[in-house]
């Protein structure tokens, strides 16, 4: 990594050759330790070997080098040592580019030696987003244990299920024994109860071993409120504010070194821990009005730290903005796909009815899953009431696997008070067919942990804070799911769990017995069949576009159409490279209707051909009650309740039939599974 120097500096800075980063402390190649840190407010810096139970050993000040920074060489430091360092002779704090904290974020950091870990992952190329299936994870509840070294017990199972990519919740150092991660404050250390450094990344070698890419989930909006000691060390690191804090300084005096520790973070989680991406958090609320955005630039040395490896880069982004998609030649930030909330808020209302605060710009409707499905975000620009503005930009242009779908993610299990997950909310059928729906469109699908198998853990809002803080959140999180009107009643409020309470952590815990199940079977069967579906299909795989390892954005040829057929049922078709190959796609949320007359072309077979199902959520091998025939000749159309059914042309009887097409519905079928027994092996 490039050591960015203040070019205004009266003295040259001494910084070795062989440093990987441009902060904190690390060990040069014949084992001595050399230390570097920015604090302009300070006169005098100096580095304090300490003790595990944080007492001073020895003391050794470092150098300043004219630019707001100080280094040396430390006599005497090594890998695994404990340090802090001290302010002008007023206090001790930890390195705020610490690479752990092992006893939390108040205590001393330690020295780690990342080259001492051997890699087994030379082979790896890094994920890419075209037939990604993504997978969210908080590692403190995916097992009993919450550590990296349990959960890599899994991997198998997410890899033979089809997952490509698993998207880590935040590891960055907090408070406390559990949180979500969001309040990191040691942005460079691990998390210490998960596990030390070396699991981390024994994590991911071992995900990479399983076919598994992983990108974690930074937060460079805000820090927070709880051993963050940035300002000990420069009061240039905030300007402004956000909803949950401070801002951080990307543009304002002073700010170059921020963005430089920023880029650094980005840079240390692909080189150090062979991470293959970020997802970014809240991107909105990362302000920067410097002609090169710092989400751009953290893309940029994100790529360049993985070369020659490919890299996925997702964006949170509330208001919907495509420039973070967009090419960098056309003013965007270059980034891989964005979470795409108007699908979830549709489908929650689908599946729930309850249309309430944010969900109130949505119906649940057939047409807003065609829109959705052709189109990507539902909102482009157009009035948003609940916000009394407009919301979303254009995006006709955006490839639709640039988009990234979800039914469950962390915000919204939260945001339901009860944390319970939609199937627990929904009839069994509709669930089955929104996930099939979830699961064939264009857009890159992302399941939250569990979801497979129909977990039935919670999963709450929870953050172990200090007495003080800890009554702010209670009340902070009360007043934004009142926004909620079945919330807001008196006899829910009461109900709402206490972040703080360890039994609300607990509840949050995956049971994974319950893959066992016969509903865990049944909904793994059908997740597994969908997604290996999805991949082995030539006309799905395309995910909308003539060629999606190639698309041009801006220069796009769909090959996804749809039509209402009534308020809850709709259709979609899939044209393949020839007509033979197109795929309909029919969806009913609602009760079994007789569509007829069916005045819509595209639900016209190709010539002397029938529609057949090919695959249907259903099938009694998912917990469903099997599916008719559903094209006929006399004019119309029995569509069954709460289904979502894959259909394939088949020629009629007497014609001829293509070499790669088959004759009959069971011919369709058995080709099918046999194709997917291919493809699984």
Not at 177 to 198: I, S
Not at 212 to 234: A, C, E, M, R, T
Not at 653 to 661: E, I, R, T, Y
Request: hydrophobic share 40%.
């Amino acid at each position: 990594m490039t050591v960015m120097v203040n070019p205004h500096a009266t003295v040259a800075p001494q910084v070795p050759g062989w440093r990987r980063s441009p902060i904190g402390a690390e060990v040069a190649p014949d084992g001595s330790i050399h230390a570097r840190v920015w604090a302009p407010r300070r006169t005098t810096v100096s580095f304090v070997e300490r003790s595990i139970d944080d007492a001073t050993i020895s003391t050794t000040e470092l150098d300043a080098e004219g630019t707001g920074y100080f280094s040396g060489m430390v006599p005497g430091a090594r890998a695994g040592t404990l340090y802090k360092f001290r302010l002008d002779e007023r206090g001790d704090f930890p390195d705020p580019a610490s690479r752990f904290q092992p006893t939390g974020p108040h205590g001393p950091s330690q020295i780690v030696d990342a080259r001492q870990y051997e890699w087994a992952d030379a082979g790896w190329p890094g994920p890419t987003l075209a037939g990604a299936v993504l997978y969210e994870i908080h590692v403190g509840t995916f097992t009993p244990e919450g550590t990296y070294t349990a959960a890599r017990a899994h991997f198998a199972e997410l890899s033979e299920l089809g997952i490509s990519v698993i998207e880590l919740m935040p590891v960055a150092e907090f408070p406390g024994r559990f949180g979500w991660g969001y309040d990191g404050v040691a942005l460079f250390a691990p998390y210490h109860h998960y596990g030390d450094p070396d699991d981390l990344r024994a994590f991911i070698d071992d995900a990479h071993a399983h076919g598994l890419g992983v990108i974690l989930d930074v937060v460079y909006n805000h820090l927070g409120p709880d051993g963050n000691y940035l300002k000990q060390f420069s009061e240039h690191y905030f300007k402004g504010s956000t909803e949950w804090g401070e801002a951080l300084n990307f543009d304002g005096d002073g700010s170059a070194p921020v963005r430089e520790f920023f880029t650094s973070n980005a840079a240390y989680w692909v080189e150090e821990f062979h991470f293959d991406g970020l997802r970014l958090d809240a991107t909105q609320q990362i302000f920067d009005t410097s002609p090169t955005h710092i989400i751009a630039e953290v893309a940029a040395h994100v790529r360049e730290a993985a070369r020659p490896n490919s890299t996925i880069i997702v964006a949170e982004n509330e208001p919907e903005d495509s420039k973070l998609v967009r090419s960098r030649n056309a003013g965007g930030y270059a980034l891989d796909a964005m979470w795409n909330d108007d699908f979830h808020h549709s489908a929650l209302v689908a599946l729930t009815g309850r249309d309430e605060a944010y969900y109130s710009g949505y119906r649940g409707v057939a047409q807003e899953f065609v829109s959705t499905a052709k189109y990507g975000f539902l909102y482009q620009g157009q009035g948003y009431e609940w916000q009394q503005g407009r919301r979303g930009t254009p995006v006709f242009d955006v490839p639709l696997m640039h988009f990234i779908n979800f039914l469950q993610n962390h915000d919204q299990l939260a945001n339901a008070a009860t944390g319970h997950r939609p199937h627990q909310l929904t009839s069994p059928a509709r669930y089955r067919a929104m996930s099939a729906l979830l699961l064939l469109l264009p857009q890159s699908p992302m399941l939250f942990q569990g979801q497979e198998f129909l977990a039935t853990a919670r999963f709450l809002y929870f953050a172990d804070h200090n007495p003080d803080l800890a009554t702010l959140v209670r009340r902070g999180r009360a007043e934004f799911l009142g926004q909620f009107a079945h919330i807001a009643t008196p006899e829910m409020t009461a109900r709402l769990a206490d972040p703080s309470s360890e039994s609300a952590f607990a509840q949050c815990k995956l049971d994974w017995s319950e893959r066992s199940k016969e509903s865990g079977i049944q909904s793994l069967a059908l997740v597994r069949d969908l997604i290996r579906l999805r991949r082995m299909d030539a006309t799905l795989r395309r995910q909308g576009v003539n060629d999606p390892d190639n698309c041009d954005s801006g220069v796009l040829a769909r090959t996804i159409d749809g039509a209402v057929l009534s308020e809850s049922a709709f259709v979609l078709r899939y044209f393949g490279e020839q007509r033979e190959l197109d795929r309909l796609l029919l969806v009913n949320f609602g009760r079994r209707q007789h569509a007829m007359p069916l005045a819509e072309p595209l639900v016209a077979p190709p010539k002397d051909m029938f529609w057949r199902p090919i695959w249907s959520s259903e099938d009694p091998l998912y917990g469903g009650c099997g599916t008719p025939s559903v094209d006929s000749d006399d004019g119309g159309w029995w569509l069954p309740p709460e289904a979502t059914v894959l259909l394939v042309p088949v020629p009629r009887d007497g014609a001829a039939s293509a070499p790669h097409q088959p004759r009959t519905e069971k011919e369709a079928r058995a080709q099918w599974k046999a194709r997917y027994e291919t493809t699984a092996r």
